[in-house]
């Protein structure tokens, strides 16, 4: 049997609310759009690419989002010493570039647990809370977990925007 990327009951964006719940709802609505986006294809169509020379696929995104989510507030906020998920020495952008052996199954089970990892280690913590972050030109900035949901959402929005032209391709799935 040919695994597929399970279906998901998306969370909805909060209406009303503190700061807090809103930057985590509209965070958890964005994670749960690229996981709709995926939703019922298979392996071998989330691998595959948008558009040549692209290499860019739901799977990488799915794998990528696990990158994004497990360096800004594991890696950065928390500070939590944690290995790379992939050779970006090799690759800057291996991520992206790897997905024709990855396991979907197995990337997809490790975007969840980084999902949740993320949401705990900060779960006590304040919006007014900073850390230092080096940046690729080598400055170093401190940054508020604030700036880190608003970022993330940021992150999200502009890749679901991609999902969205990556699935409509695979099968003409729009919306939603």
């Known amino acids: 049997m040919t695994w597929r990327a399970p279906e998901i009951d998306r969370r909805h964006e909060p209406y009303l609310g503190d700061e807090r719940t809103m930057l985590a709802g509209w965070l958890n609505f964005h994670r749960d759009t690229l996981l709709h986006k995926c939703a019922g294809l298979t392996g071998d169509?989330?691998?595959t690419a948008s558009v040549s020379p692209s290499t860019l696929s739901l799977l990488g995104l799915v794998r990528h989002m696990t990158v994004v989510e497990r360096s800004w507030f594991r890696q950065r906020f928390a500070g939590v010493d944690l290995p790379e998920l992939y050779d970006f020495d090799a690759d800057p952008d291996a991520e992206f570039n790897t997905v024709d052996t990855a396991d979907a199954e197995a990337d997809f089970a490790a975007f969840r647990a980084e999902m949740l990892a993320a949401d705990a280690v900060v779960a006590d913590r304040g919006l007014d809370e900073v850390c230092?972050?080096?940046?690729?030109?080598?400055?170093?900035?401190?940054?508020?977990?604030?700036?880190i949901y608003l970022h993330m959402i940021e992150e999200y929005a502009r890749h679901n925007g991609h999902a969205d032209l990556i699935r409509e391709r695979l099968d003409g799935v729009t919306g939603g």
């Open 45 to 47: 169509q989330l691998r």
């Open 132 to 147: 230092a972050v080096k940046f690729r030109d080598g400055t170093t900035n401190e940054i508020s977990l604030r700036w």
